[in-house]
C-alpha cells in the first residue's frame, strides 16, 4: 500500500514531528514499513515556469481548443488553395517564336 498524507498549513515545519506535521495517530503510522519526507522547496520563478507549463498543456489539450485549431488550420488551407487558383482571363498569350524549339 503506498500513501501520501500533506503537511497541515501545506508546509512541511522541520521543528515538529512527521506525526504532528501530518496530523495521523501512531496506530495508523505504524501500519506503514517506510515513511518518506519529500520536501518542495519554494522557488517562485520555477513554481510559475511549472505552473504555466502545466496550465497551457491542459489548455492546448482539451478537445474545445483542439477542434478550434483543427477549424483555424482549415480556414487557413483553404485560404492557400483559393490562393493557388490561377485566374484564365488574366493571363497573356505566349508568343509563338518565345515557344519554338
Known amino acids: 500500500v503506498i500513501a501520501a498524507a500533506n503537511p497541515i498549513g501545506g508546509c512541511y515545519d522541520e521543528s515538529v514531528t512527521f506525526e504532528q506535521n501530518v496530523d495521523l495517530t501512531q496506530p495508523i503510522l505504524q501500519r506503514f514499513d517506510l515513511l518518506y519526507v519529500i520536501r518542495d522547496e519554494v522557488d517562485p520563478i520555477k513554481d510559475t515556469e ?52
Open 50 to 101: 511549472l505552473a504555466n507549463f502545466v496550465c497551457g498543456s491542459h489548455v492546448r489539450n482539451h478537445p474545445t481548443t483542439l477542434a478550434a485549431e483543427e477549424e483555424e488550420k482549415a480556414r487557413q488551407d483553404e485560404e492557400e488553395e483559393e490562393q493557388e487558383e490561377v485566374d484564365v482571363t488574366t493571363l497573356q498569350i505566349i508568343p509563338q517564336d518565345l515557344v519554338r524549339k
